[in-house]
């Protein structure tokens, strides 16, 4: 998929906009597994608990928060060192000795790999923040989840969110 802010010569060939589409494609089954797993564990929890809400948490209500606070930051923090450590494996010489194709090539599975990640880390807080809701009915817990559910659906991956980060982690290695 042409880019039509940037000028005719630099615009990506075809099969380089077909493959970034079928990354992104991957990452977004992935993604959609993921929250899906979320939202039909969270229904299943509503279920068997009959929509109750409590009020009054109890310890596992504020280790399954304390949890969702941690896995948030870290959502934030670690990807990012995941990415980095894949990317720095990739020299400038050989990305600026490559073709557009193969450059984009070098760097995506860091993409992939960060993003893997982000949404694991925040499967797995609404996930423990589920289970605190089932056995203690704790509305606060229904919340930390949905919020976690909702971060994952905003990281929603797709074609030109891959293009412009991948862009930009070209441009960075090149100018090492």
């Known amino acids: ?37 979320v939202l039909v ?3 299943m929890c509503l279920v068997m608990n009959e929509g109750v809400l409590g009020e009054k948490p109890e310890l596992l209500s504020w280790i399954g928060i304390g949890f969702a606070a941690i896995t948030f930051v870290t959502h934030l923090v670690l990807p990012g060192i995941v990415a980095n450590a894949t990317l720095k494996k990739r020299s ?6 490559a073709d557009e194709a193969m450059k984009f090539d070098l ?4 993409f992939r790999l960060r993003h893997i990640v982000t949404c694991a880390l925040l499967e797995g807080g609404a996930m423990l923040n589920l289970v605190a809701y089932l056995v203690t ?3 606060g817990n229904l919340m930390a989840a949905s919020v976690q559910l909702t971060m994952m659906l905003i990281r929603f991956p797709t074609a030109t969110r891959l293009q412009f980060w991948a862009q930009d982690r070209i441009r960075e290695i090149e100018m090492r």
């Open 107 to 110: 760097v995506v599975p860091a």
């Open 1 to 37: 998929m042409s880019n039509p802010y940037s000028p005719p010569d630099q615009q990506e060939p075809a099969g380089q906009a077909a493959s970034l589409a079928r990354q992104a494609r991957g990452l977004q089954i992935i993604t959609f597994a993921m929250a899906m797993g």
């Open 92 to 97: 400038g010489d050989n990305v600026r000795s």
């Open 137 to 139: 009915d704790y509305a």
């Open 41 to 43: 564990f969270m229904g």
